[in-house]
């Protein structure tokens, strides 16, 4: 029961939409849905990676440690999202803080199991892996708009 | 050719009326964010106030004698030109001007001038309004309409980012504008303590919204060009077309008749054929180098 309402939630996200359903099914059998109240650390920076996430509502700040700074948030995730990629690809450390600011829902896919399927079936892993790339670009691309500072005080007049 | 290019606009450009600025009083200046501050104009010619009309979405060049002119969108609601809005950041000599008078002091108006959103496009349609920084203002206009008549459109959405929350304009009207039936999501690049909206770029909030239809949307979308680009290349991975889109450009008017040239932008002259444009009318040009 709860694979099948997996399944038909994985169906609906933009992450997953468009997979076959064997894939999906495939997909379901290793994740779990997690509903995580506001204001709670669902990882920290230099945590081993272990889960990834695809979010499903509410909203996870992603903070990073500064010195004398503190933990300073550098993107919010909200429906749809990919949370915590790290575990995917690696198995190292992750890279920030993730903290609810609303009660959030989310499929947890533990990344061992995940890695494991995507190891002994590569067409499902290259399709993972395919989302994976495209959601980590349009971060990368946000990155870029982000540094660019588009928004700093113009230097000339134009038309405000 | 769009054909929302103003009356004005199309008049030839030899006309007097384009080029004598009307004599208008500052009635009210309200400080917004620093930098920034809304500038409320009026005729001091009851003929000249009498006669003004604008369309969301066009600009007026305020002239501060000694100084210079500056083209600077009109921000407030068309339907009350007899308080014409203008919010202004410093960014240059008459900017900085600007700043340094005070309710009662005079200045030069011509205008309004330009092209204006499509407001008849988005009647029984879905209207995301996307828009970063000192992008705000120029579709405020189109935000009044838009609530006027709020039975003639399908969901309304803002979607507004910023640098950093302290720099987010009009926040003062926007529980009137969502009781009025506008969705807002604000976004800022560089959060602070204590802020628990989002952060990321604009484009992300446009990534992950709901309750529109793409096939019966518009999009207008102000802000910096590059910001501009990526809304519409979201938009396009939302099932959105380039017709569908509509931005608004900005370049260093002068004349603003499209005779001097100062705001060419290949074919185009963003005073007169602006500076609102169809997307797929200006797309080609906005990743020239050097344009």
Known sequence: MMAQEIQNVLQELRFSSGLSQEDLQKLASISELVEVPASTVIFSEGDAAADLFLLL???????????????LPVLTLGAGDLLGWSPALTSGEMTATATTIKDTSAVRFAADK?????????DVGYEVMRRIA????????????QVLDVFADPMTEGKS | MISNASKMATDSPRSPSLWVPKTVVIRKITPEVENVATYHLAFTDADAAASYRFKPGQFNMLYMPGVGESAISISG????PELLDHTIRVAGNVTRGLTQLKPGDTLGLRGPFGSSWPMGQCVGRDVLLVTGGIGLPPLRPAIYQLLKRRQDFGNLHLLYGARSPDVLLHQNEFDDWKRSGLTIQK???????GWKG???????LLERLHSFDPSNTVLFCCGPEVMMRF??????????????????????????????????????????????FRYDQIAPLLTVEGL
């Open chain 2, 77 to 80: 609601d068309p339907e009350s």
């Open chain 1, 134 to 145: 495209i959601a980590l670009s349009k971060r990368l691309v946000a990155t870029r708009l």
């Open chain 1, 57 to 71: 509502g509410g909203r996870v700040e992603l903070c990073m440690n500064v010195p004398a700074k503190g933990c």
């Open chain 2, 187 to 193: 976004t800022v690049d560089r959060s602070v303590f």
């Open chain 2, 231 to 276: 809304v519409a290349r979201t938009a396009f991975d939302r099932g959105l077309t380039a017709e569908q889109i509509w931005v608004s450009t900005e370049r260093n008017m002068q004349c603003a008749v499209g005779l001097c040239g100062h705001c060419q932008l290949g074919p185009q002259f963003i005073c007169k054929d602006g500076p609102v």
């Open chain 2, 198 to 204: 989002n952060v990321g770029v604009v484009t992300l």
């Open chain 1, 114 to 122: 995940l890695q494991r399927l995507c190891e002994q079936d590569h």
